[in-house]
């Protein structure tokens, strides 16, 4: 019994820092994240094989790590790097069945990625407390946040080891296409406080509201987004249609909730307490705030079965350099899309991010796209646009012959279809089927 109530006041104190440590001095976030940092490293060096070796290989231990900025003396940890290892290596060997259970990635690369986690728990409740501390911004109550926040969630499959409760409804989106009003029945029934999902699924959500009648409809308050990129006109047509307001997270199945956006909607603030984001360059080299590349995230706490230490996620992104107008302390990060993807067309080499750029500068007409190879050469960009952007198609064909020489195909359409996993691909090769996830 003591050591339960010892555990409890843990929590507790832990929740009271989780909760305002957007609004504390950056010496003391630094302080936390070193205190989380040793921890984790002690616990993975001992007790994770991979980690022992990899560190022994480099000469550093967990020791050597003194200050956060000796974090860099780690190397950077991948996919590619944790497929090539057995995979009792890469868990902690003290956990076994049921305390853990398999999920995988998306496959934003071709590939999904398998990887264990901590079995659904109790303690998972702090993962609802970082997707939507948003709420906490806006004045709700911490202890209502954990305890009784609705959730719809419109997804593919249910989280490993769910448990049904009053607090959450998880809808598959087959519904959204097979069942509209039912879906529309079952939230307006729940009542939920929030409904979350992936941006191409919003909008689809969006653009079934705009279809019926404002009787059926349930009150939509807060949206969030997650998973894919939220271009502008999407969130403006969502919101039009639903009368709720949008707010965007950054995560990744492997390490979770990494920021989420506060109501000034630029840019999303780290949830630095249960994390380590770095942004660095090409050789790995740590850049200042203000500058892109490939963001880096160490993981504390969240599945120490397999921890997740110097993850190199494979986005793009930048640590903003200013303050947050809304006067929150906590950085702010800019996701920017996926790192070192090249598409081949003709003997000619580009990097899938040179085409983005010339789409996304259209935000404002542009609700969704994707690029597809058609051909040795060829080319063809689907477009999902604004109403009364039709001009949009043209402006992209004209970039893309001024600056790449290439004359793709442009075709407007009314939305974007799911791959098997439930995402819309942003590039995908119909010559091999290969996609990357957006």
Not at 181 to 191: D, I, P, V
Not at 235 to 245: K, L, M, V
Not at 383 to 392: I, K, M, R, W
Request: glycine share 8%.
């Amino acid at each position: 019994m003591k050591n339960i109530g010892i555990q409890e006041a843990r929590k507790r104190s832990e929740r009271a820092i989780w909760s305002r440590i957007h609004q504390l001095p950056r010496f003391f976030v630094e302080w936390w994240q070193m205190w989380e940092l040793r921890r984790l490293l002690e616990l993975a060096y001992n007790h994770v094989p991979f980690y022992k070796t990899l560190w022994d290989e480099r000469g550093v231990r967990p020791s050597d790590i003194v200050k956060l900025s000796d974090i860099k003396k780690l190397p950077i940890t991948s996919k590619r790097l944790f497929r090539q290892q057995p995979i009792m290596s890469l868990m902690h060997d003290s956990f076994f069945l049921p305390h853990y259970v398999w999920t995988e990635t998306s496959g934003s690369t071709g590939e999904p990625f398998g990887f264990p986690i901590r079995a659904y728990s109790e303690l998972d409740l702090t993962n609802v407390f970082y997707e939507y501390r948003f709420l906490l911004w806006r004045g709700e109550n911490l202890n209502d946040l954990l305890a009784s926040l609705r959730v719809a969630r419109i997804s593919d499959s249910l989280p490993n080891g769910y448990v049904p409760s009053d607090e959450r409804l998880f809808i598959p989106r087959g519904l959204l296409r097979d069942d509209p009003s039912a879906l529309f029945r079952q939230l307006k029934e729940f009542g939920p406080d929030v409904i979350a999902s992936r941006p191409s699924m919003l909008f689809e959500l969006a653009r079934l509201a705009g279809r019926m009648d404002t009787n059926d409809l349930p009150r939509f308050k807060y949206i969030m987004s997650y998973g894919e990129t939220l271009y502008p006109a999407a969130r403006r047509f969502i919101e039009r249609a639903t009368s709720g307001e949008v707010y965007d997270a950054y995560g990744l199945e492997e390490v979770g909730t990494i920021g989420v956006e506060c109501r000034e909607h630029l840019g999303m603030h780290l949830n630095e307490e249960s994390c380590i984001v770095e942004v660095v360059d090409g050789n790995g080299v740590i850049l200042r705030d203000g500058n892109t590349g490939r963001i880096i995230i160490t993981r504390f706490r969240r599945n120490d079965v397999m921890p997740f230490i110097r993850y190199d996620t494979g986005d793009r992104g930048m640590i903003m350099p200013e303050r947050c107008p809304c006067g929150l302390r906590a950085r702010r990060i800019q996701v920017f899309g996926r790192e070192g993807i090249f598409v081949t067309l003709g003997g000619r080499k580009f990097h899938l991010s040179e085409f983005e750029k010339v789409l996304t500068k259209l935000h404002h007409a542009v609700l969704g796209y994707q690029i597809a190879k058609v051909g040795e050469g060829d080319l063809e960009i689907r477009l999902v646009l604004s109403d009364g952007f039709s001009q949009a198609a043209d402006a992209v064909a004209a970039d893309f012959k001024k600056r790449f020489g290439l004359s793709p195909g442009v075709k407007i359409v009314r939305s974007i279809g799911y791959n098997e996993r439930g995402k819309t691909p942003i590039f995908v090769d119909e010559m091999d089927l290969a996609e990357i996830d957006r």
